[in-house]
Every structure is written in C-alpha cells, then in structure tokens.
C-alpha cells in the first residue's frame, strides 16, 4: 500500500520555479508547486518546503512512496520495493551534502537546486 501524505493534484512543468530554469515540479494540495530534485530509473525525488523534520525527501516509484531520512537514508514513512530503495540509497550516499543544503533552502524557503541522477 503506498504512503502518500498529501493529495496531489497532478503533475505541471514549469520553465522557471523559484529561478531554476527547467525544474520539474508537481502541483498538490499542500502547496502551488513541489520540486523535484531527481530522477532516475523511473524513481523520482522531491522534497516540500517548510516540511516537518527530520531533514527528509519523498522517492516515488510505480505508484508507491517512501519518505527517506537524509542523515542515514532510513525510511521514516510509506515503502518503495527494495531494488528502488537500494539506488534511492545509493544516491543519497553520492549527494548527502546537497540534499542538506537543499533541505536547509526549503526550510526558509528559497529555491532547490536540482542533484544529478545516478548512472
């Protein structure tokens, strides 16, 4: 069963969100835009503003959502199946301290800065 805390609305592109040209975000009811900050293998990362803590990032796969933890990549809420959590941990590992920075942004809020997506 997926984890979904806040009903979505759908999805929307925009061409410039908060000044980052090209970032893709979904529109939901919590607020008017969510940035995804990457995405890869059909797993997609995005990160609210002004979110509860811990520091934290929502991975969606195939309809299923894992809220993971920045410091340690454990899951705090929701499931995603295990190969997608491996690589969603992987990458953490690779972009911890940009996930920090953008965690800390989102926070105050100013914009996210899209992380590249593992190879």
């Given amino acids: 069963m ?16 908060g000044g980052v040209s090209g970032v893709v975000v979904r529109t939901c009811s919590y607020g008017p835009f969510v940035p995804r900050l990457s995405e ?30 920045i410091d340690d990549g454990s899951v705090i809420a929701g499931s995603i199946p295990t190969t997608a959590l491996r690589l969603v941990r992987e990458w953490l590992g690779l972009h911890r301290s940009e996930l920090e920075e953008n965690w800390y942004r989102a926070s105050r809020p100013e914009s996210l800065v899209a992380i590249e997506p593992l190879r």
């Fill in 2 to 17: 997926s984890f979904v805390p806040h009903s979505w609305a759908g999805f929307a592109t925009a061409p410039v969100v």
């Fill in 40 to 69: 890869f293998y059909g797993i997609a990362m995005y990160m609210y503003w002004v979110d509860h803590p811990p520091p934290h990032f929502h991975a969606f796969y195939s309809g299923d959502e894992a809220v993971i933890a």
